[in-house]
């Protein structure tokens, strides 16, 4: 196994998602999940290590009218949900000796149990980049942290969030 360049721990050979695992993971994502079909959250890309959304702003996301501001909820439950998708790709990536399908069907026990949003400027803007990864994925509980992002790339919200796995 190679070591990373400070030769202090292994890193893990690179993953790589079959096609229909990537696809059944956006069905259940963006068609199963209703609400995030409600907040326009759509998938970019779909890796072991980290995953990428986007929000297009539309009038229902509106928190502050005055400004045009996207609503802090739509932020958190933004977030939120790309954590979850995180840690689904990270178990689907543990598990990648069972069928794409087998692994499909891992998530029905996945809830979010802590979540955290820190909210460093004002959402404003006509798309938004959401992105997270997973920081530990254990027998039962995943730590993943999570990032808002404006079409210009700056950092408006941060988030971390734990969710039950077993």
Known sequence: ??????NRSPVASPVSFEPEF?????TIFEESIVFNTVLGLKIASITPERVVGH???KPELVGHYSFNRIHGGVISAGLDAMGGLAVM???????????PLQRLHRFSKLGT????????????????ELRA??????????????EFLGADGKLLSTGSGAYIVS
């Open 133 to 146: 990864e997973v920081m530990r994925l254990g027998s039962r509980v995943a730590s993943t942290r999570m």
């Open 89 to 99: 790709a990270a178990i689907g990536a543990r598990h990648m000796d069972e069928a």
């Open 113 to 128: 149990i802590d979540l955290r949003i820190d909210y460093l400027r004002p959402g404003i803007g006509e798309r938004f």
């Open 22 to 26: 990537i696809q059944g993971l956006t």
């Open 55 to 57: 929000i297009a702003m």
């Open 1 to 6: 196994m190679p070591k990373t360049p400070n």
